[in-house]
C-alpha cells in the first residue's frame, strides 16, 4: 500500500463518522462534510491504487512502459504543436 492508498482510506473513514456524527445531532453541515470527505478518500484511493498499477506495469514490463510512456510524449507533442 502507498501514502495515497493509505490517507484516502483514512479520510473515507473519517467522512463516515462525520456524517454520521451530523445524523446523529442533525447538523446538515457536518453531514455534508463528511460526504465530501467520503468522497476525497474515495478519490484519493483510487489515485494511490492506480498510481500502484503503473508501478507494477513499469517494473514488471520495463520496456513496454517505455514506449508508451514515448508514445504518449510523441502524442502530447502533435497536439501541443498544433496550437
Not at 455534508?32 to 470527505?37: L, P
Request: charged share 25%.
Amino acid at each position: 500500500m502507498n501514502a495515497d492508498q493509505i490517507e484516502g482510506t483514512m479520510r473515507d473513514v473519517a467522512g463516515k463518522v462525520e456524517d454520521a456524527a451530523g445524523g446523529l445531532t442533525g447538523d446538515t453541515r457536518t453531514q455534508m462534510r463528511g460526504k465530501v470527505d467520503q468522497i476525497a478518500g474515495k478519490a484519493q484511493r483510487a489515485a494511490g491504487d492506480a498510481a500502484e498499477t503503473v508501478r507494477d506495469f513499469a517494473t514488471d514490463q520495463p520496456i513496454g512502459a517505455v514506449l508508451l510512456a514515448a508514445g504518449v510524449g510523441f502524442i502530447a507533442g502533435l497536439l501541443l504543436a498544433r496550437r
